[in-house]
């Protein structure tokens, strides 16, 4: 398996509009992407620190695995993502040394990226994902 660098920070919160502002305004960062993923149920918005990214997921469905993750634990980090090369080979290898899979299947995530996440019970609590850029 290569992981390059990660990738991004995944935050949940609940508003955007509401959340930018910090990360703007106090933190110096520049917001230079909004987007839906309407699979997943979430909006995303990025910033920028160096190589890696920060993105914050607003749900638009309660019922979506951030709208969930907001109900139970609140606003906060939710994962953390890997940049790596081949990423169905890296699933194939992770799953072969025991580690449970959310996705057996890379699926199309923010930013066009190919995503698939590990179960956060196989992963010492921290759900993990990896993502792969195929336009590189």
Known sequence: MKISHIEHIGIAVQNLAEAIPFY???LGLKCYAIEEVKDQKVKTAFFKVGQTKIE???S???EGPIGKFITNRGEGVHHLAFAVENLEECLQETEAKGIRLID???RKGAEGLHIAFLHPKSTLG????FC???NK
């Open 56 to 58: 914050l997921l607003e």
């Open 126 to 129: 921290v759900l993990t994902e």
């Open 24 to 26: 703007e305004d106090v």
């Open 104 to 106: 057996r299947q890379p």
């Open 132 to 134: 792969e850029d195929k």
């Open 60 to 62: 638009t469905d309660p």
